[in-house]
């Protein structure tokens, strides 16, 4: 519960600060009046002291270095930055899944771990005895004697030990990856974010027939590019 209450709190603090404005007091002192506004550009008109213009804002566009140094702090605040809420899902489901992954494998590596020393170096052994670790961590209605014995039941212990070490590994590597393509997927985001992708943008393939000085005629295959 700790967990998913900083998780939650991790995605909301970013989405609060993206979508506050800043309220600031504006002094006209034409007629000595204080008032309170969230527009960034205010002008006071000259022939009326009393009436006040608002400046347009300018276009807004993501910072593509603010979202990348910021995703790095918090993950998934490039994404939030460059308004791409449809992303967030994507990328905390797939830290969730990474998270889940690297949890699970570890206590399935620490379990086979531990299990395997303890069939070596323990001086009780016995196979009947269901506290012992190498005897607990056996599935549903099997025994030492059914995997084949202690010497063989050793090797099975030390592979699967060996084995969730390794997806282990692989879940940290693919958590590791994860992060950085959130990163790329800001900043890459935020660089296209006006990029023109509208219709007159166009690459055609079109048969050509172009003449030379000579009269003859070839075929020819003409690319082209309007911009």
């Not at 600060?17 to 309220?23: G, L």
């Not at 590596?109 to 196979?127: E, F, G, M, Q, S």
Request: charged share 20%; hydrophobic share 40%; with cysteine.
């Amino acid at each position: 519960m700790k967990r998913l209450n900083f998780l939650i709190l991790l995605v909301a603090l970013p989405l609060l600060a993206q979508a506050q404005e800043v309220e600031r007091e504006v002094y006209n002192p034409h007629n000595d009046t204080l008032f309170t506004s969230r527009h960034d550009s205010l002008v006071i008109t000259e022939g009326n002291p009393d009436a006040i213009q608002v400046l347009p804002k300018e276009a807004w566009r993501p910072d593509p270095y603010r979202a990348v140094w910021m995703g790095a702090i918090i993950p998934g605040y490039g994404q939030i930055h460059n308004r791409s809420y449809w992303k967030l899902p994507i990328v905390y489901g797939a830290f969730m899944g990474c998270a889940y992954a690297i949890t699970w494998t570890n206590r399935q590596y620490t379990d086979y771990k531990t299990a395997y020393r303890d069939i070596l170096v323990d001086p009780n052994y016995d196979p009947e005895d269901a506290s012992k670790s190498y005897v607990a961590i056996l599935p549903t209605g099997y025994t030492v004697d059914r995997m084949g014995g202690r010497s063989r039941y050793t090797t099975t212990l030390q592979t699967a030990q060996n084995n969730y070490r390794r997806y282990r590994d692989i879940s940290i590597v693919a958590t590791v990856i994860v992060y950085a393509l959130s990163l790329i997927d800001a900043y890459v985001d935020a660089q296209l974010f006006d990029f023109d992708i509208s219709p007159d943008l166009s690459l055609n393939l079109m048969p050509d027939v172009p003449r030379d000085p000579l009269g003859t005629q070839q075929a020819e295959l003409k690319i082209a590019v309007r911009f």
